[in-house]
């Protein structure tokens, strides 16, 4: 990314503080967005956040994380959120054959999983109340199944399966789609 923009690309993760090729990684875990208190104070401000397969693995409430992420914002600074579409059309023909479409929390504390996916209209909802103005919103299968590992992340390549999805994922619908991407920015 910082090669493609040409600019320094920080990281906020659980990782320690450290310096790196184009940036800095900043250790914060978003979980303790639920407090203000404990909110870095020395980040900032950013002109672009990517918010990228990371709100379904948190706990805490989306306002605090998203309230988190405006404050690091300069004034008309971006955000691109995007995440699993909890109401895809393979989730609910999961529930039709009574099936459970989301996978358990898993006993690896390092790497639970998904605690919560949300639909499109929730996730608009929500950065209307956390200060964020939605630009765009699009809905689309992001990866090729072909060499995509989400169910226990060592699957080997898929190919004529993968192809096969990947063909009669660009026939669904856009909100039955597997993923959503919003660009939003902040409004003072």
Request: glycine share 8%.
């Amino acid at each position: 990314m910082a090669r493609s923009l040409g600019c320094r690309v920080d990281a906020l993760g659980l990782e320690a503080d450290a310096e790196l090729a184009h940036g800095r990684q900043y250790h914060f875990d978003l979980n303790d967005s639920q407090d203000q208190r404990q909110w870095r104070s020395d980040l900032g401000p950013y002109d672009l956040i990517v918010f990228a397969e990371v709100i379904e693995h948190l706990y805490t409430a989306p306002e605090r994380v998203l309230r988190f992420l405006h404050s690091l914002l300069a004034p008309g600074g971006a955000l691109i959120l995007q995440t699993p579409n909890a109401a895809a059309l393979r989730k609910r023909l999961k529930l039709l054959a009574g099936r459970n479409p989301y996978e358990r929390i898993r006993p690896d504390r390092s790497n639970p999983g998904h605690f919560r996916e949300y639909t499109v209209a929730e996730l608009l909802g929500i950065l209307g109340q956390t200060g964020f103005s939605v630009r765009k919103t699009w809905m689309r299968y992001y990866f090729d199944s072909r060499f995509a590992r989400h169910e226990t992340g060592d699957e080997a390549p898929a190919l004529i399966v993968g192809a096969a999805k990947n063909f009669v994922y660009r026939l669904i619908p856009g909100r039955l789609q597997e993923g959503i991407t919003i660009t939003s920015t902040k409004v003072p």
